[in-house]
């Protein structure tokens, strides 16, 4: 966002210093073709939307307006304080996530499903593990969810033997 301010306020000086070689009856016209548009911005019922990066060049431009020609601005003093506001909200504050934990990717589930029927004798843990191993970062709690929503025993009974096959 940074670079694309200054590649802003770069093309901004640019066309000023083009702006000095221009003759003064040229830019009289094109003052006067700019008043005409503001007074047909204003005329209309939605307010104009401007971009972040025109919020800060009209911000910086306004302080070197005299102040009675600041009024005539679509802006006015409050909203260049919002602006202002806005952006050091928007620089000092966290991401806003959703409510809970973020859905598992389909992938995920197929391969946890596929482990599950492949390795019967796998419990939840062992394949929480098998994955890890593969790169991918799953609790054992979240695959023991996929297995029961699927139908799975989660923790499938081992085939150890009996004590009486033992003894």
Do not use: C
Not at 37 to 66: E, F, K, Y
């Amino acid at each position: 966002m940074a670079l694309r301010l200054w590649y802003l306020i770069v093309l901004r000086v640019f066309g000023w210093i083009a702006l000095l070689a221009r003759s003064q009856a040229s830019k009289d016209a094109e003052i006067l073709v700019l008043r005409h548009q503001l007074a047909v911005l204003r005329r209309q019922l939605a307010a104009p939307r401007p971009s972040w990066a025109d919020r800060a060049i009209i911000s910086a431009l306004a302080r070197l307006l005299p102040r009675r020609r600041r009024y005539h601005l679509f802006v006015t003093p409050r909203t260049l304080l919002r602006w202002h506001a806005d952006l050091v909200k928007r620089r000092w504050s966290y991401p806003k996530h959703g409510p809970g934990r973020p859905p598992i990717r389909p992938t995920i589930r197929a391969l946890v499903l596929r482990l599950a029927a492949e390795n019967p004798d796998w419990g939840y843990r062992h394949i929480a593990g098998q994955i890890a191993g593969l790169g991918r970062k799953v609790s054992p709690a979240t695959v023991w969810a996929i297995l029961k929503k699927a139908g799975f025993d989660p923790a499938p009974r081992r085939s150890d033997p009996t004590w009486a096959q033992f003894l």
